[in-house]
């Protein structure tokens, strides 16, 4: 039908702004917040435009929540402002009627946000993490000043100095280094050159042409130790994150039937976006009332407060899921519920708009209503 049409097609020019203002919002808050970031060390620098492209597609699904929303409130708030809502009503098209143009909007952001949430999201939380962590350690190898004292690694009181260092070599000539072992004793280590290097998933020190002294600081019994080469190993990093070292990097498949509660309330939060998109596109039709007469738009403060508790009440359940508070089903289904039933209340009372709202609310529970 003509109504049809033209509703989707504004809903998705709508949409379109929407998301494009929403991403930007959020791309540049979060792009000074790793810039601030990298600017106390936290962060590799190189890593920032990386990092935001995977929050970015970590952050979509939300977006695609809030724009689905947002787009139909906007654009029924206006064809109630505008009376064309009137219009439709008074020529017998129900309210409800209004709710298979939603649907055919808001099922392909619920097939996308699906996609994203089961199968997308767990690979791109595994990339930035090993991404930022690599970066990170490289950035750590290359922070390397001649003629100062550094610390190196975080283990065993590892000190070194370098006379001169050739930056397009990486060579580091007449280096300094003293360690701690177990035992309390100092190993100090002179070498004429030495580089780091970054393989196997270690992080090593390789030197050449020195000596090594082991001994306890104060007594005479220091050995000493020529070689040629000595590798000594930093760290066993670069730390390649595994699929099960955090719950947002495990594939989906993972999480059902798991009776860790972390897993279940990971899986919880999953599903429960798509879900949660269809309700809120749902409860947007009758929450997109306004009445031009008054020029009050308490709808939409209605509506924020409406996701407001939605989205707070999941995140509660699901962090109860996850202390193992409830179960998996006790923390699904109570907000989707909830919500799918104050959709169903609301719509029947607006279907009513000629009658006071709370007449209206009780008729409504009496199952009356067009």
């Given amino acids: 039908m003509i109504y049809q049409r033209n509703f989707i097609k504004e809903l998705s020019f709508t949409a379109v702004g929407i998301f494009v203002v929403l991403l930007a919002v ?3 808050t979060q792009a000074i917040n790793l810039l601030g970031r990298a600017a106390d060390g936290r962060v590799a620098i190189d890593a920032v435009a990386a990092l935001v492209g995977f929050w970015v597609v970590g952050m979509t699904p939300l977006l695609l929540v809030l724009t689905a929303y947002i787009s139909i409130l906007a654009v029924l708030t206006r064809y109630w402002r505008d009376s064309e809502m009137s219009v439709w009503l008074s020529c017998g098209l129900a309210l409800k009627q209004w709710l298979r143009p939603v649907m055919q909007f808001t099922v392909p952001f619920a097939v996308l946000i699906a996609v994203m949430q089961l199968w997308v999201m767990p690979w791109a939380e595994l990339r930035s993490r090993e991404y930022a962590e690599i970066l990170k350690q490289k950035q750590e190898l290359s922070l390397i000043e001649a003629g100062e004292f550094r610390a190196l690694g975080k283990k065993n009181g590892r000190v070194y100095f370098v006379e001169r260092f050739d930056t397009d070599s990486g060579v580091m000539k007449n280096l300094f280094l003293r360690e701690q072992d177990d035992k309390g004793n100092d190993n100090v280590i002179f070498a004429k050159e030495g580089t780091f290097s970054l393989k196997d998933n270690k992080r090593t020190l390789e030197l050449s042409g020195g000596y090594r002294y082991s001994g306890t600081p104060g007594r005479a019994d220091y050995n000493q130790v020529s070689f040629e080469r000595l590798s000594l190993i930093i760290s066993t990093t670069p730390k ?49 009332y306004f009445n031009p007469r008054t020029g009050h738009t308490y709808n939409i403060l209605f509506a924020i407060g409406l996701y407001l508790i939605y989205q707070n009440g999941l995140t509660f359940l699901r962090n109860a899921v996850e202390d193992g508070k409830l179960n998996f089903w006790l923390g699904m289904l109570p907000m989707h519920i909830l919500v799918a039933l104050a959709a169903i209340v609301l719509l029947r009372v607006r279907s009513m708009p000629a009658q006071p709202f709370l007449q209206a609310l009780a008729n409504s529970m009496k199952g009356g209503g067009k």
């Fill in 240 to 288: 390649i994150i595994a699929p099960i070292s955090h719950r947002r990097t495990i594939p989906t498949m993972q999480l059902f039937g798991s009776s860790n509660p972390q897993y279940q309330a990971e899986l919880m939060w999953r599903l429960s976006l798509p879900i949660s998109v269809l309700l809120l596109a749902l409860a947007a039709v009758p929450l997109s």
């Fill in 26 to 28: 959020l791309v540049s």
